[in-house]
């Protein structure tokens, strides 16, 4: 079937009513959930495809009388955002509407935030990262003489018994002190995500071969073994940097969506979709004979296809 186009006419089993304003698409199937039907001034209502029987060039055609799709609830432009709205190119590619509107969810977990607080919070996200790699290598010229290597001190961060299935992101926050040059020490929220995987997704992470975690120097600091059955992912998604969460999906089962540009990874923190370069940053991890979570706290540059650690 042909792809509903914006502004083709909509017409019920007896009438025309209206033409399309919108499309809506599935984040991870890539496929058209919805259409949004302008209602020739009765408002706009959110059409399922699985109401669409037809669609010829200029013309959906819909198995549903006209009185049917009225009852539909009216479309609420709130709940989506566009893909203008956060770049998510490879959707416009797949979606033949251009120009005009292809709506996204809004992500659920994002619901609670108001919509401007979410690009607000974006926005300061993409500032502060632009920012980052100027700002970097300056400071660090700047404070030359009193700058350290990385710390590499254990964090407790929570107990292994809250991590109740295998193979299922858990998140454990935690705090941490910061000391920049000149400013007096503060504490930053931060996060985890830990995973006890099944030896499949623990050969997918490590095919075959322990993983090393380096120094500044390039000495090895940890070494996370192959068959250890704990695995730490930094809270940053590779890409960007934003927060990312555990989400179930219809079709991908369970899976890590990062809500600003919609990065998908799979339990062992392969890239399934979206523009992350890279697969989730592995950080070190022990747990104690008590069930003691414990991580080595290390960032890595975003963006960039090979890790870079900065932190
Ligand atoms: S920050 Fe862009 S997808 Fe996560």
Redo the contacts with the bound molecule.
């Keep these: 079937m042909m792809q509903p186009k914006l502004t083709s006419k909509v017409r019920a089993t007896d009438r025309e009513i209206g033409e399309v304003s919108k499309v809506i698409v599935d984040p991870l199937s890539h496929e058209i959930s919805h259409i949004v039907v302008s209602m020739n001034g009765n408002g706009e209502r959110q059409v399922p495809m699985t109401f669409v029987q037809a669609v010829t060039d200029d013309l959906v055609e819909l198995r549903a009388a006209a009185g049917d799709i009225l009852e539909l609830p009216p479309f609420k432009r709130d709940d989506y955002v566009t893909t203008h709205e956060?770049?998510i190119a490879h959707l416009e590619d797949k979606i033949h509407v251009t120009p005009g509107e292809v709506l996204v969810p809004f992500p659920e977990l994002e619901k609670s935030v108001k919509r401007r607080t979410f690009f607000m919070n974006f926005t300061h996200?993409i500032g502060f990262l632009i920012g980052l790699p100027i700002a970097f290598p300056v400071l660090r010229y700047l404070m030359k003489p009193m700058y350290s290597p990385f710390d590499n001190g254990w964090l407790k961060i929570g107990n292994v018994s809250k991590i109740k299935q295998d193979d299922i992101g858990f998140q454990f926050k935690y705090k941490r002190k910061v000391k920049e040059a000149y400013m007096p020490e503060s504490e930053i929220e931060k996060n985890v995500w830990v995973l006890k995987v099944t030896p499949a997704v623990q050969e997918k992470i490590y095919q075959g071969k322990d993983m090393e975690f380096k120094d500044a120097s390039g000495k090895t600091v940890w070494t996370n073994k192959k068959d250890f059955p704990y695995v730490a992912y930094s809270g940053?998604?590779?890409?960007?940097?934003?927060g990312?969460k555990w989400r179930q999906h219809k079709v991908l089962g369970q899976v890590f969506l990062?809500?600003?540009?919609?990065?998908i990874y799979d339990a062992s923190g392969k890239v399934l979709d979206?523009?992350?370069p890279r697969a989730l940053d592995s950080l070190p991890i022990r747990v104690s004979a008590t069930g003691e979570v414990e991580i080595i706290d290390m960032e890595f540059k975003?963006g960039t296809k090979s890790q870079i650690r900065i932190i």
């Design positions: 956060v770049e996200v940053k998604c590779p890409h960007l940097g934003c990312y990062c809500p600003c540009h919609l990065s979206g523009p992350a975003a």
